[in-house]
């Protein structure tokens, strides 16, 4: 309970702000699911445009400080190798390499 008004008018704030970046998170991870779904059922139509809509979602999240900017990057980067995999231009696993591998340089 606070106890001073600005930490009232602080608790509001922070419920305000909390219920917004939930509503943020939410949609992006609807968005992604529905992106997956695509892609499981194989339809690359139907995936290219679930792409487009989870990549705009994604990006108007990380516009505001709810998502930053590299997590934003890496969940569209994850999701066009998926689509690019789909659509047969590419392989859809990581391209690190497996636990504890090494690669020898050149």
């Known amino acids: 309970m606070p106890n001073t008004k600005s930490a009232a008018k602080r608790v509001r704030q922070t419920k305000k702000r909390n219920a917004l970046n939930n509503w943020r998170k939410r949609r992006v991870k609807d968005a992604i699911k529905g992106f997956l779904a695509a892609i499981a059922n194989g339809d690359a139509a139907a995936a ?3 792409y487009r809509d989870a990549a705009s979602a994604v990006d108007k999240t990380a516009a505001s ?3 930053h ?6 969940r569209k980067s994850l999701m066009a ?16 390499p497996a636990n ?5 340089k050149a």
């Not at 900017?69 to 890496?74: E, G, K, L, Q, V």
């Not at 504890?100 to 020898?104: L, N």
């Open 48 to 50: 290219e445009k679930a």
């Open 65 to 67: 400080s709810t998502m």
């Open 69 to 74: 900017r590299n997590t934003a990057a890496r």
């Open 81 to 96: 190798r998926k689509l690019k995999a789909l659509q047969g231009g590419g392989v859809a696993t990581a391209s690190k």
């Open 100 to 104: 504890g591998a090494r690669t020898k």
